[in-house]
């Protein structure tokens, strides 16, 4: 999909160290020189500068209006997954939005309905992952996927993800790394306890999209969650049901890197 930039309005979410605020600024003025209008509150195009933790913010942010919005995210520390771009590169990045069409590639996104007993759901999406842990005892969970009940989990949580997320948390807990071409979710075990008695599957578990996966607590506990970098408490759950998301998450692209690529140089390449 190609877009024009005329009057494009665009937004910064900055990690506000020194370094990412600098490069705030030169941008903007950047920008606006070129004739693109700051809007903090509808951006159709957010820039993240700081690292991929920096764009869930910056997704959070905006995540009421996915359809409307493009990110790109330049990274002040380490290569990013989300966070692409060098600060060498910001005005070629500016130059790039100002005078070229850029193309707009799509990942998909976790959906997470929380179900308490006083019969409301919140809804949440991910971009990363959720996970859900039980910060006095041993978490337990009877785990539901696509309608059929498939084991009680028993250990210290559970994570569950999407595939652009399958390289952050996913990834140090042993999941596989899925190409975020693929609409899927991901299932993995926070050190389940496997003996003679209980019994878990172990592996990671990978649902298409029209698959979902339901959580069930066994007894009344306080659960932890996150989303992303946000964290909840929850203590008269029912039921979370995770499903991949009918929105998507969209990303500017002016040249191409390819997502391999992008796992080579970040836990391959040896510089
Ligand atoms: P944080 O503790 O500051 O960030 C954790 C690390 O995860 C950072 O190095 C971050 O990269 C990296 N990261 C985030 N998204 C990634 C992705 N899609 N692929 C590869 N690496 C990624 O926490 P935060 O900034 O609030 O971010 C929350 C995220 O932390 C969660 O979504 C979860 O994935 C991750 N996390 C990981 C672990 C683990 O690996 N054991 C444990 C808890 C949480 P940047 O430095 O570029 O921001």
């Not at 905006?62 to 919005?69: A, G």
């Not at 990274?75 to 966070?83: E, P, V």
């Not at 007993?117 to 969970?141: F, G, I």
């Not at 008695?197 to 979902?212: C, E, I, M, N, Y």
Request: with cysteine.
């Amino acid at each position: 999909m190609k877009r024009s930039v005329n009057s494009l309005r665009f937004s910064i979410q900055s990690r506000r160290d020194s370094q990412s605020n600098e490069l705030m600024e030169l941008a903007k003025t950047y920008l606006t020189d070129f004739g693109l209008i700051l809007d903090e509150e509808e951006p159709e195009f957010v820039i993240s500068i700081g690292g991929d933790g920096t764009l869930l913010h910056a997704f959070h942010r905006h995540s009421h209006r996915l359809d409307q919005v493009a990110f790109v995210g330049i990274h002040t520390g380490h290569l990013g997954f989300y966070a692409d771009w060098k600060p060498s590169e910001l005005e070629k990045l500016v130059l790039s939005i100002a005078k070229n069409e850029f193309n707009i590639v799509e990942y998909p996104l976790l959906e997470v309905n929380v179900h308490t007993q006083s019969m409301e759901t919140a809804r949440y999406l991910a971009l990363n992952e959720a996970t859900v842990k039980s910060p006095d005892v041993t978490l337990v969970m009877d785990i539901e996927l696509n309608g059929t009940p498939f084991e009680r989990f028993r250990g210290d949580g559970l994570c569950i993800s999407t595939p652009s997320g399958s390289t952050a948390y996913n990834k140090a807990l042993g999941g596989a790394i899925i190409h975020p071409s693929i609409p899927a979710l991901q299932l993995t075990e926070m050190a389940s306890i496997n003996n003679r008695v209980f019994r878990t599957v172990g592996s990671p578990l990978v649902l298409p999209a029209h698959h979902r996966c339901i959580l069930r607590p066994v007894t009344e506990q306080k659960f932890t969650m996150t989303i992303d970098h946000k964290h909840l408490i929850q203590n008269d759950l029912t039921s979370i049901t995770f499903n991949v998301a009918s929105e998507k998450v969209r990303f500017a692209r002016f040249r191409p890197f390819p997502f391999w690529e992008r796992v080579h140089d970040s836990f391959v390449a040896n510089e």
